[in-house]
């Protein structure tokens, strides 16, 4: 498939580039509204956008390069090539959070209710740049035949775009996507909820995303690896403890949720 989205002859916007900015607009203009209502100011809203995504890819980057050394080892330059893809979400949430933390610490920010307005942008900007693996031929799955792919009912672009290395592939970046939807409603459904306490939408999140990674690893066929352990289940997995733990310490606050950050 053609990865590119506009070509101006001295540079070109590919697919891959353009869902992942989508996802970075609607997830903050989410996140924008969200946190407004509950009195962030404009400047450490813009603050946190800015270098919350920033930190965010690097991280990502910086996660994908390290399960993949021997490859960039051999070709460093293709190291800040992030346009050609490989970016890993783990990577940019563990790098994000850390971010989080000190800058919510250093502003005097409730980081639980923080993480609660962003987790809701962060599930829909992950259902999105799903889409930009989609068009860069990446987190597919098993080798499937052309006739299952064409009973899943599923538009032609998708049957031929899931032709790599090959072979027809398992459309798990469609499954994850899906999920993550799923996800973003749940949560939006939640937040609407009386007497919803601090931290529950993160902890929810947490849970949520955690199980759906540990299931789509299992269609996935090019997942990075720790030996003979796909890393993005044994995170995720930690992800899921981290959530259910959060979970109990909130049940056990009595005070609800403030309305200000």
């Avoid at 900015?21 to 962030?40: D, V």
């Avoid at 790098?95 to 409730?110: D, G, M, P, R």
């Avoid at 923080?114 to 829909?124: E, G, N, R, T, Y």
């Avoid at 990446?138 to 009973?151: C, M, P, Q, T, W």
């Amino acid at each position: 498939m053609d990865r590119v989205l506009f070509d101006f002859g001295i540079f070109q916007i590919k697919w891959y580039s353009f869902f992942i900015l989508l996802a970075i607009i609607i997830g903050g203009i989410l996140f924008y509204k969200e946190s407004s209502k509950k009195g962030l100011s404009n400047d450490d809203i813009v603050d946190i956008i800015f270098y919350g995504v920033l930190i965010g890819i690097v991280g990502a980057r910086i996660y994908y390069v390290l399960f993949n050394l021997d490859y960039y080892l051999k070709s460093p330059l293709e190291i800040i090539m992030v346009w050609n893809g490989g970016l890993a979400i783990h990577g940019g949430l563990i790098a994000t959070l850390l971010f989080l933390i000190f800058y919510s610490k250093k502003k005097n920010i409730n980081i639980l209710l923080l993480l609660d307005i962003i987790v809701i942008s962060v599930i829909i900007a992950q259902a999105i740049g799903r889409w930009g693996n989609f068009f860069n031929g990446e987190a597919f799955g098993r080798v499937i035949s052309l006739s299952k792919l064409e009973n899943m009912h599923l538009p032609k672009f998708i049957i031929n775009g899931m032709y790599i290395n090959g072979s027809y592939r398992e459309p798990t970046f469609l499954y994850e996507s899906i999920l993550n939807i799923i996800g973003f409603i749940i949560l939006l459904v939640v937040r609407k909820l009386k007497n919803i306490k601090t931290g529950a939408l993160t902890s929810i999140y947490l849970i949520w995303y955690g199980l759906v990674r540990i299931i789509i690893e299992i269609f996935r066929s090019d997942s990075l690896m720790l030996g003979p352990i796909k890393i993005a289940q044994l995170v995720s997995l930690i992800f899921i403890i981290s959530g259910i733990i959060l979970l109990f310490k909130i049940k056990k606050n009595k005070n609800y949720q403030e309305d200000k950050l």
